[in-house]
């Protein structure tokens, strides 16, 4: 991951270290060490810098270059995003264990991921994106269903 685009987006927002952690309410050497990459942002902490500077994941990732600023909330479960990576893999007609190694995980990774019981590693969302040529934003994006009221005759 591109720790510099953090960087960037925090000065830019003429913030220190200490004011950008106390705003995600974690400490300023865990931020610290997260701009050196020293330590991998976790996916939860990484969406709660995304909705606070109004920047797509997609932008904070350095998967794209658009800065312009971002009209929606980002929130996903993990069911959801679990739906998109099946989707994603079945699409590229791998199974489990074909695109874990795609990635570098293991079969049992990605089935947790699929069946929404684990949060992704922001690294394996990284991988992802770049392997499959796939929007974060979109992956993480919570689907909103339909709910259809049927009327009993």
């Known amino acids: 991951m591109n720790y510099e685009r953090l960087i960037s987006i925090r ?3 003429n913030l220190s270290q200490r004011n950008m952690a ?4 974690v400490s300023k050497s865990n931020y610290a060490r997260w701009e050196t990459s020293e330590k991998i ?7 709660d810098f995304c909705n ?5 994941l997609d932008y904070a990732l350095s998967l794209n270059n658009k ?13 959801s995003l679990g739906r998109k990576i099946k989707k994603l893999r079945l699409s590229h007609h791998l199974t489990q264990l074909e695109f ?7 079969q049992s990774v990605i089935s947790d991921y699929e069946n929404g019981l684990n949060i992704i ?3 394996f969302l990284l991988d992802i994106c770049k392997k499959y040529n796939v929007s974060a934003d979109y992956l993480l994006k919570k689907e909103i269903l339909e709910v259809r009221n049927y009327v009993r005759l």
């Open 100 to 106: 874990a190694e795609s990635i570098n995980t293991t």
């Open 52 to 56: 606070l500077t109004k920047l797509s």
């Open 11 to 13: 000065r830019s927002l």
């Open 121 to 123: 590693q922001t690294s």
């Open 41 to 47: 942002i976790p996916l939860k902490h990484l969406v």
């Open 22 to 25: 106390e705003l995600l309410n």
């Open 67 to 79: 800065k312009k600023k971002s009209t929606y909330t980002i929130e996903y479960d993990n069911y």
